[in-house]
């Protein structure tokens, strides 16, 4: 693949849609709470700061309860891909079920906003064949869901799966020359095969491991992929009781400080502009 193709995505969703807050208080309303609004606003006006065309995968009940952010996104040049329309993990969700999902997602943002979906990303990485066959089906192009790493107990990790982006065959660590789909695996270090670019592990692991293990990326492999969720932003997320230290550790001032440190960085390592994922899938169609 050409070098230094770095990708910058935002999974879409709330402080509150993760199993582990939920299951605090299953009667709860926090929706008032949300400050999703303000904090795609910021990240919006940062990533135009820097020239980066990023990949928004949308929680398809935050796009009808914010339209504008839609609006926002496409008048800056973003792609609109698909998270889910909850955030559940796809070991508790048929195949049918998923297939009745999708299209209802692709009727929303066709019919509201006038766009077709190429992208998908499921909640908690958790993408299996049958969800993939799915999306082949719909007609979508690719797939970020992937995390090419030791397996961890209870999330995710396909270790034999490609490193950088492949047109994926009919399991998650296959490729197939005949394939018109593509994974855009998420990053891991290429010796210890761990996670770490984006997320939880940005927070967590500090703003030196990400840095190091985007620099390895980008040296070896020419493909690196952050990812973020708006709430990571938040100024105000509310600390519950019970609720994992790890899920609010540094959110806020601190990530905005590193995310605008890291994006200042790429501007000066990748090579120009940043674009969506479709826009990869497009310039490299066979």
């Not at 030791?150 to 660590?173: D, F, M, Q, S």
């Amino acid at each position: 693949m050409k070098k230094n193709n770095f990708f910058f995505t935002v999974d879409v969703e709330e402080w509150f849609a993760s199993t582990k807050i939920l299951s605090l208080d299953k009667n709860a309303v926090y929706e008032n709470s949300s400050d999703t609004v303000e904090t795609m606003t910021w990240l919006i006006h940062l990533l135009n700061k820097y020239n980066i065309r990023g990949t928004f995968f949308f929680i398809t009940t935050i796009a009808k309860r914010h339209p504008e952010l839609v609006h926002m996104l496409l008048e800056k040049g973003h792609e609109i891909a698909l998270h889910g329309m909850t955030h559940e993990h796809l070991n508790h969700v048929t195949s049918d079920a998923f297939a009745s999902m999708v299209r209802q997602a692709q009727q929303l943002f066709q019919q509201r906003f006038g766009i077709t979906l190429y992208g998908y990303r499921a909640p908690y990485f958790s993408i299996n064949e049958q969800a993939l066959r799915v999306l082949k089906t719909a007609h979508f192009l690719y797939d970020s869901s992937v995390v090419p790493s030791l397996r961890i107990p209870g999330w995710y990790g396909v270790p034999r799966a490609p490193r950088v982006p492949y047109k994926i065959g009919n399991t998650l660590e296959s490729e197939s020359a005949q394939s018109t789909f593509t994974e855009f695996p998420l990053s891991v270090h290429p010796t210890f095969r761990l996670p770490g670019l984006g997320g939880y592990y940005f927070r967590n692991l500090g703003f030196f491991w990400t840095r190091h293990l985007l620099n390895i990326c980008m040296e070896q492999l020419g493909y690196a992929i952050f990812y973020l969720h708006p709430w990571e932003l938040s100024l105000t997320i509310p600390k519950l009781r019970g609720m994992p230290f790890y899920m609010h550790r540094k959110t806020g001032a601190w990530t905005r400080e590193a995310l605008e440190s890291l994006l200042k960085m790429m501007k000066h390592s990748s090579n120009g502009e940043t674009i969506p994922l479709s826009a990869y899938c497009k310039s490299h169609a066979q």
